[in-house]
Structures are given as structure tokens and as C-alpha cells.
């Protein structure tokens, strides 16, 4: 997998790389910048700071790949209070995407920027974040749109390439996940998708020049064929079935006792007839 990573890391370096990477970023600071918790996770791409606009004390910095800015995780962490962030509030960790050294139901938010396309085997990654986030936490994904003219160039590439000429305008990482797909797989893990968008519409080309006679298409395939960017990007909700979270009351609702009625005896009341009615023949008589 570190041979996968290092063609991203590459291609991050061009100009179609450097476009992605700008648009990317600003989708992630408005994307998590509302999330709130106290742990949160980023799972893979170093060469973006998903988390920098999150107000969450704990983060956490995960990847496959041996690189210098990494520390090795420990064995397992049962207690996530006792690990503390290094430097600032940033710990990273080299683990296994499939095998993450969290206790289940202990993160906030876990963010995959392309982890599944370079993912061995994305069903495990997946299910592993389900397994550590909390109920109603949230995951947040980006990935390379396969129906896209980026797509298609690709596909086209990977055909040349099987008659011996032409070269990959994409990197060389795993298999791209469509967005629906993506989707039915966050539905049989009880994920709801809250909001889904796509980006960088321009062409499959490599010249920055010709990348920004194009800003135009941005626009108007936001507009008229918005499915059909290049990468897209979820955020989704974990629900639990049968758990309800307890609001706050902003409101304190004091109950209202209806007044006690007083109720007459019945026998006082005939005591108090029949009395009456003697005072009355002896006033007459």
C-alpha cells in the first residue's frame, strides 16, 4: 500500500493534484468546523489538514504508510484520556486502516479523505470506523468520481495501457468507489448520509494554463450536470436503532396542578337542610 500512497502523493503535485487539494480543503473546513466532541480521527493523505478548522481537543492523525511525521501507535488504547497530544493537539499514529487501536464507540468524527481508494480491502476500512465512532458520530468522505471526465480518462488509460501505450492521468491506487455505491454501503451499516457534493469539473488535463481557462466549468457543471464532478464528498450520520439522545431543557416547564374542588358531604348536607327547614316552621309558628 505504500507504493499506492506514494503515486497520490505524487500526483497532489501537479497542477489537476493542486486543484483537487484546493478544493478539498475548503470542503472539509466548512464540513467539520460545526462537528464537536472530543476525539476525532483522520484516517490517511497527510498532504491535508482535514481537521483544521475543528474545535476538538483530541485529534488524531492516522496512516498506512512509514513516514517520518508518524510515531508508532501503541499495542491498544483502552483509555483515550491517557494518550496526550505530543505537540499542539495532534497525535499521530501508524496503525492499519482495518484494525484501528480504538475501543469502539470512542471517536466523534473520523474523516477518510480517499482512504477507502487506497484501501486493500474498503468493506473492512468501513466497518471499522462504524465500530469506533459513537452513536450519531459522524464520517466524512471524499473520493474520485469514476463517472466523471476524469473517470473516463482513466478507464481510457487502463485500456491503452492493455494494447501497450499511454499512461494513467489518475494515480495508480485501488479501485474507485462510485458515490452510490458508496452510499448502499452506508446504508447497510446504518450510516445516514446528511449531505453529498461534487467538485472540480474541469478537464482531464494537466496544463495549469488550460486548468484556468476552464475555471468557468466549475460554475456551470455545479449548475447544469452537478453528478458528474470529479470527486465527491459525503458526511454522514451513525444511527443506532432504539437509542434516543437526551436534549437539553432549555425551558424549565413547571406542571400545572389543577386546584383542589371542595366537595360537600352529602350527609352534612341533609343535617344542614333539615335544620334549616325546623328553624323555619318554628319562625313561622
Not at 466523471?148 to 488509460?157: D, F, K, V
Not at 492493455?162 to 452510499?183: D, N
Not at 447497510?188 to 488550460?210: D, Q, T
Request: charged share 20%; with cysteine; glycine share 6%.
Amino acid at each position: 500500500m505504500s507504493s499506492e500512497i506514494i503515486g497520490l502523493t505524487d500526483w497532489l503535485k501537479t497542477p489537476p493534484g493542486e486543484y483537487l487539494l484546493a478544493w478539498e480543503r475548503e470542503r472539509f473546513d466548512q464540513a467539520v468546523s460545526d462537528i464537536f466532541g472530543f476525539h476525532a480521527l483522520q484516517l490517511g493523505l497527510q498532504e491535508i489538514d482535514t481537521l483544521r478548522s475543528n474545535r476538538i481537543p483530541h485529534q488524531w492523525l492516522a496512516s498506512d504508510s512509514t513516514q517520518k511525521t508518524t510515531v508508532n501507535a501503541p499495542a491498544g488504547i483502552s483509555n483515550l484520556s491517557s494518550v496526550q497530544p505530543q505537540s499542539s493537539r495532534r497525535v499521530a499514529l501508524l496503525t492499519h486502516s482495518a484494525a484501528l487501536p480504538f475501543p469502539a464507540n470512542s471517536l466523534d468524527l473520523v474523516v477518510l479523505p480517499h482512504t477507502l481508494e487506497l484501501s486493500h480491502d474498503p468493506h473492512a476500512t468501513l466497518r471499522e470506523v462504524e465500530r469506533v465512532l459513537v452513536p450519531e458520530g459522524r464520517v466524512v468522505i471524499s473520493g474520485f468520481n469514476p463517472a466523471s471526465l476524469w473517470g473516463l480518462r482513466q478507464q481510457r488509460a487502463h485500456l491503452c495501457q492493455r494494447l501497450g501505450f499511454g499512461e494513467l492521468f489518475l494515480p495508480e491506487s485501488g479501485e474507485f468507489i462510485g458515490h452510490w455505491r458508496l452510499r448502499d454501503w452506508l446504508r447497510l451499516l446504518s450510516f445516514e448520509v446528511e449531505s453529498a457534493h461534487f467538485g472540480c469539473y474541469r478537464p482531464a488535463i494537466n496544463n495549469a494554463r488550460w486548468l484556468g481557462r476552464f475555471a468557468w466549468m466549475d460554475a456551470a457543471g455545479a449548475r447544469w450536470w452537478p453528478i458528474f464532478g470529479a470527486v465527491y464528498f459525503l458526511v454522514a450520520t451513525k444511527r443506532v436503532r432504539g437509542m434516543r439522545l437526551l436534549e437539553p431543557a432549555w425551558k424549565d416547564r413547571t406542571a400545572r396542578v389543577p386546584a383542589p374542588a371542595v366537595v360537600a358531604n352529602r350527609h352534612q348536607i341533609r343535617s344542614t337542610a333539615s335544620s334549616s327547614s325546623s328553624l323555619t316552621d318554628k319562625t313561622n309558628s
